[in-house]
């Protein structure tokens, strides 16, 4: 199914605006974007993970119904919200999972091609999100670039459009934040 970017758009203002039936003309339209974003998300860990893909887009729609009175400029202000609130939940759920089941044998999480080097893999994706929380405090442009890319499953080509860059520029500062965050992962 082909979406008209400009189509999400205006159900979301509309939305925004007061008109409760847009909400039912988009729910399918951004379900089954935030489906193929968790789902990309999902094929970078391995099998026995136990947060499933339709509870990671159950869990960010509800947050993101939530958020009516944003302020919703367009398609990619969503999907760039949708992927904040993705990475947050994974946060979430790497805490709790921690506070219950610590030293248990689950997961890898890995950035690509960094490896994140810590003991436990709950540990990994909190390590990922401080590293992150770091990288910002000095290049928030490189910390969105790999949340909209890891955590929201976006292209570099989509991510550009998110930011406001070109492509080329997300890729280099991909690469760039990657190296820094492995740095201070391996670090740490």
């Not at 999400?8 to 409760?20: C, E, H, K, S, V």
């Not at 759920?93 to 436990?120: I, M, P």
């Amino acid at each position: 199914m082909t979406i008209e970017p400009n189509e999400i758009t205006r159900y979301l203002r509309d939305w925004r605006n007061g008109n409760a039936s847009a909400l039912d003309e988009i729910l399918p339209l951004v379900y089954e974007e935030l489906r193929r974003i968790a789902r990309r998300y999902r094929s970078k860990e391995r099998g026995e993970h136990t947060l499933q893909t339709t509870e990671i887009i159950n869990e960010a729609y509800l947050k993101l119904l939530n958020q009516r009175e944003n302020d919703w400029q367009d398609r990619t202000h969503f999907f760039a919200v949708a992927a904040r609130v993705m990475r947050n939940l994974l946060v979430d759920y790497a805490r709790t999972r921690n506070y219950r089941k610590r030293g248990s044998g689950a997961e890898r999480v890995s950035l690509e091609d960094v490896a994140v080097f810590t003991d436990e893999p709950d540990d990994q994706i909190l390590a990922l999100d401080e590293a992150l929380r770091n990288l910002a405090g000095f290049d928030e442009r490189k910390s969105r670039i790999v949340e909209l890319r890891y955590f929201g499953g976006l292209s570099a080509a989509e991510t550009a459009d998110v930011i406001g860059v070109s492509e080329i520029t997300v890729k280099r500062e991909w690469l760039k934040a990657k190296a820094w965050l492995y740095d201070a992962i391996a670090g740490s």
